[in-house]
Nanobody, 114 residues
Framework: QVQLVESGGGLVQPGGSLRLSCAASGFTFSLNDMTWYRQAPGKERELVARIGPFGRSINYSDSVQGRFTISRDNAKNTVHLQMNNLKPEDTAMYYC???????WGQGTQVTVSS
């Protein structure tokens, strides 16, 4: 059974940083693209970042380019999202997603507020 478990969310002031993690199990993690999405209240879920199986292919949304960094550790079946210089508009529920598995985690809440 595919499982994705996110962690690392919380409340942070503008300009602060957070590091999200997603622990994956139940599939061959190292052969799959992994993504992070986010969804703010009243808004559609949006793709934040994507990383290819070996970490060489990476894409970011324009809104986070230069501030967020996606990475993965295939030995530990984990994917991370380092978020720096956070802004109030980054406030959202963040989800880990394995596109080819069609699986989603339960999400972790990120709130950026002073």
């Amino acid at each position: 059974q595919v499982q994705l478990v996110e962690s690392g969310g919380g409340l942070v002031q503008p300009g602060g940083s957070l590091r999200l993690s997603c622990a994956a199990s139940g599939f061959t993690f190292s052969l799959n693209d992994m993504t992070w999405y986010r969804q703010a209240p009243g808004k559609e879920r949006e793709l934040v970042a994507r990383i290819g199986p070996f970490g060489r292919s990476i894409n970011y949304s324009d809104s986070v380019q230069g501030r967020f960094t996606i990475s993965r550790d295939n030995a530990k079946n984990t994917v991370h999202l380092q978020m720096n210089n956070l802004k109030p508009e980054d406030t959202a529920m963040y989800y880990c997603h394995a596109p080819t598995m069609g699986s989603w985690g339960q999400g972790t809440q990120v709130t950026v507020s002073s």
